[in-house]
């Protein structure tokens, strides 16, 4: 089946610097994609959507100079956390639903586990 | 918001079947209902959707109501694997229709 991977899994960084993480699509295009947040103990929230070739959309409340998004091809999408504080520390998680073999199943990544220090 | 509701917690004894209900009675005639469930620290998982009948895979069942108003998902032999954060919602269905996650049934095995 379609399979989405992230990297890094895990990522330890200080506060103020910028961390990016990359969401691929290995067996198939994706000319969109999807970020969600999820804090402990908490659901998924959705950030925004990433749209190849066009700016991304973000959800309400989401500060898009922080957390910026790149869709530059059809197989990777990067969230890139800006001047990174402690309250940023989550689970990042990706969603793409596949190309022509689409038969309503999304796919996720394994999580992005960002902590700042 | 998300437009289902689902019981916080569930227990289920090792090897029954665990029935877990979702109400979604904002559902629209085009809107899918779909289950995925996510395992601590990994990315949600596909389980099974449907869309008026009920269907089964390999993993599960999912038996819709009539009215469409609220759905159940059965795991017919539950084993501890089977120990998760289950999400119901409902959504289109088209490619890039978004999914907007409720908080979900934390369905805890008992061995």
């Known amino acids: 089946g379609a399979v989405v991977s992230q990297h890094p899994s895990w990522v330890i960084c200080k506060s103020g610097t910028s961390v990016k993480i990359e969401c691929r699509s290995l067996?198939?295009?994706?000319?969109?994609m999807f970020w969600y947040r999820q804090f402990p103990k908490q659901s998924l929230m959705l950030m925004a959507t990433s749209n190849e070739g066009s700016k991304a959309t973000y959800e309400q409340g989401v500060e898009k100079d922080k957390f910026l998004i790149n869709h530059a091809s059809l197989t990777l999408s990067t969230l890139t956390v800006t001047s990174a504080h402690p309250e940023d520390s989550s689970f990042y998680i990706c969603?793409?639903?596949?190309?022509?073999?689409?038969?309503?199943?999304?796919?996720f990544g394994e999580g992005s586990r960002l902590t700042v220090l | 918001d998300a437009k289902t509701t689902q019981p916080t917690s569930m227990d289920c004894a090792e090897g029954r079947a665990a029935n877990l209900p979702c109400n979604h009675s904002t559902i629209s005639g085009n809107e899918y209902v779909y289950w995925y469930r996510q395992i601590h620290s990994q990315g949600p998982q596909y389980i099974i959707h449907?869309?008026?009948n009920n269907e089964t895979n390999e993993m599960a069942s999912l038996i819709i109501t009539e009215d469409r108003k609220s759905s159940t998902l059965i795991l017919p032999h539950a084993t501890l694997r089977d120990t998760a954060v289950y999400y119901c919602f409902v959504r289109v269905g088209n490619r890039d229709d978004k999914i907007i996650f409720g908080k979900g049934t934390r369905l805890h095995i008992l061995p």
């Open positions: 067996d198939f295009q994706a000319t969109t």
């Open positions: 449907g869309l008026k």
């Open positions: 969603s793409a639903p596949p190309g022509t073999s689409y038969t309503g199943e999304l796919f």
